[in-house]
């Protein structure tokens, strides 16, 4: 009595895409999973909480940005002179004490001299300490006109520093979740690649006993 053959197993199932989840310390990061509506991949990153903080921070930063420029290029004549004559005040305070300061010497000098109310005494106070002092009044009111016309650019300044840090900010963080979204994509490539050579081995493998199960040609031949 002949016995009977044993049953071909059935073949490998195809391997699903694989799906992968990078996560940094116990944080997920990123993520590749296959979406079986779109047919395709989707890869998400996600923000640390350290990275979300640095988000806000950048969102606050950029609204200071845009608030402090829109005043800085609106202000009116009054506001502007206001910020000149700020810049102005503790020049002129340094300027008159060092012009008091170098009368009163030279009064002092004058008097224990008995040339206090000489022609020399007058000459030298209008030739050195008048005109000393007129010529540093006349330098800070030059600069304050300068500073006038450059006040938008000045007062704008900090804004920009901020939206730089914004940027710099974005841009690191956009660096990183290219990078997170890289080993995310690395990662289900590699599995993939793992699960397509195991499928290959056992389809291999399946084509390989299906045959010898069934005997071969030879076999068929001579009615093994």
Known sequence: MS????????????????????????????????DQGLNG???ETYSTPDEQYLQNQGT????????????AFNMSDAQKQSYVDAYKAPQI????????????SAVRSANASGMNNSIGFEKYRANQIEKNKAQGLADIENN?????????????????????????GVSGEQANQAQNAEIA???ANALNQF?????GNQLNQYQLNKQNNSGGFFSKLFGG
Do not use: C, M, W
Not at 144 to 168: E, K, Q, S
């Open 195 to 199: 699960n397509l050579g195991n499928y």
């Open 144 to 168: 304050a006109h300068l500073y006038g016309l450059d006040l938008p650019n000045r007062i704008l300044t900090p804004y920009v520093t901020a939206f730089n840090l914004y940027n710099a």
């Open 41 to 43: 991949y989707k890869t």
């Open 185 to 187: 994509y690395n990662g």
């Open 3 to 34: 016995s009977k053959k044993k049953s071909s197993s059935s073949a490998p199932a195809t391997p699903q895409p694989s799906n992968e989840y990078y996560y940094n310390d116990g944080v997920l990061q990123s993520q590749r999973v296959f």
């Open 60 to 71: 606050a930063f950029l609204k200071q940005t845009l608030d402090g420029a829109n005043k």
């Open 93 to 104: 305070a340094a300027l008159n004490d060092s012009y008091n300061n170098a009368l009163g």
